[in-house]
C-alpha cells in the first residue's frame, strides 16, 4: 500500500485559502489572507498555479509555480513559491513538490525548471542540490521608490 501523500492543485479560492497558513511562512510580508488571495488572483491570471500537500487536518506544504518563455532559458517551469510548514519540514515533502514539477515540466516540454532562493535558507538550498538543481546565477533586483 502506498502511503506517499497526494498532491493536489488549488482549484479555486477555498482551496487557495487553506494553502495561506503554509505561504504565510515564506512569505510574511504578504500582510493577511486577503492579500494572498488577491495576490493568487492576479497571478493566476498569468498562469500561476499552487500545488499542495495536505496532512490530517491542514495543508502542510505548497508550491506555487508557471510556465514561462524566456529569451534566456526558453520554456521553462519556473518556481515561485516551495515551503512545508516548519514542523512538516524533513519529512520528504518538498523534494515531493520537486519531482511533480519537475514531471511537470518534462509532461510539458519544458528545457528547465528554474527558482530563486535567498541566500539564508540553507536547509532549502541542499534539498534543491540534492534534487539535480545546480547554482547558476545570482538574482538581482531594484526597487522601485516613488517620488
Known amino acids: 500500500m502506498n502511503n506517499q501523500p497526494k ?7 477555498r482551496e487557495v485559502r487553506q494553502c495561506w497558513p503554509v505561504f504565510r511562512e515564506l512569505r510574511p510580508h504578504i500582510e493577511s489572507e486577503d492579500e494572498f488571495v488577491q495576490r493568487w488572483q492576479r497571478q493566476s ?3 500561476y498555479q499552487i500545488a499542495y500537500v495536505r496532512g ?4 502542510v506544504a505548497a508550491a506555487g509555480y508557471r510556465f514561462l518563455t524566456t529569451m534566456a532559458w526558453g520554456h521553462i517551469l519556473y518556481i515561485d513559491d516551495l515551503v512545508a510548514t516548519e514542523l512538516s519540514q524533513g519529512k520528504g515533502l518538498g523534494t515531493l513538490l520537486l519531482r511533480f514539477l519537475q514531471k511537470a515540466a518534462r509532461d ?7 527558482l530563486d532562493t535567498g541566500y539564508q535558507r540553507h536547509r532549502a538550498h541542499r534539498a534543491y542540490l540534492r534534487n539535480g538543481f545546480l547554482i547558476h546565477c545570482h538574482h538581482m533586483s531594484w526597487r522601485v521608490v516613488r517620488d
Open 108 to 114: 510539458r516540454g519544458c528545457a528547465a525548471v528554474h
Open 45 to 47: 491570471g498569468e498562469g
Open 56 to 59: 490530517e487536518d491542514r495543508v
Open 7 to 13: 498532491i493536489n492543485l488549488a482549484k479555486d479560492e
